[in-house]
C-alpha cells in the first residue's frame, strides 16, 4: 500500500503560482511513476503532469505546458507541482496518483494509488 496526502491549494488571483506537495508513505516510493490530475465541478477527472521513477522524464497536458513544472524528490518521499500564470480555468481539485513502474500514467485508470486532493481556486 501507498498512502498519498497532498498539500498546498488555496485560492490565488489569475497569473498568481501555487506549489503543490504530495508526501507518499507506504512502499518504496521510487518504484513509481507519479502523476497530478485534477476535477472542475461537474466535469472529469482529467490529467495534468506525469514524471518517471527517476524523474528523469516529465509529460504534460497540453493545457498546462509551459505554465506548470512536476519534479520529485525520492530522498523525501515527495512529488511537488509548480504552477506559475494560473488562470480560472484551473480552478479544479488536484490529486497526486502513483503507478507502480516506470511508464507513465496518463488515464486515470493507469493508476494504483490515489490521494484525496487539495482544492486550488483562482480568481479572474
Known amino acids: 500500500q501507498v498512502q498519498l496526502v497532498e498539500s498546498g491549494g488555496g485560492l490565488v488571483q489569475a497569473g498568481g503560482s501555487l506549489r503543490l506537495s504530495c508526501l507518499a508513505s507506504?512502499?518504496?516510493?521510487?518504484?513509481?511513476?507519479m502523476a497530478w490530475f485534477r476535477q472542475a465541478p461537474g466535469k472529469g477527472r482529467e490529467f495534468v503532469a506525469a514524471i518517471t521513477w527517476s524523474g528523469g522524464r516529465t509529460y504534460y497536458a497540453d493545457s498546462v505546458k509551459g505554465r506548470f513544472t512536476i519534479s520529485r524528490d525520492n530522498a523525501k518521499n515527495t512529488v511537488l507541482l509548480q504552477m506559475n500564470s494560473l488562470e480560472p480555468e484551473d480552478t479544479a481539485v488536484y490529486y497526486c496518483a502513483a503507478r507502480l513502474g516506470t511508464a507513465f500514467q496518463t488515464r486515470v485508470n493507469e493508476n494504483d494509488y490515489w490521494g484525496q486532493g487539495t482544492q486550488v481556486t483562482v480568481s479572474s
Open positions: 507506504g512502499r518504496t516510493f521510487s518504484g513509481y511513476s
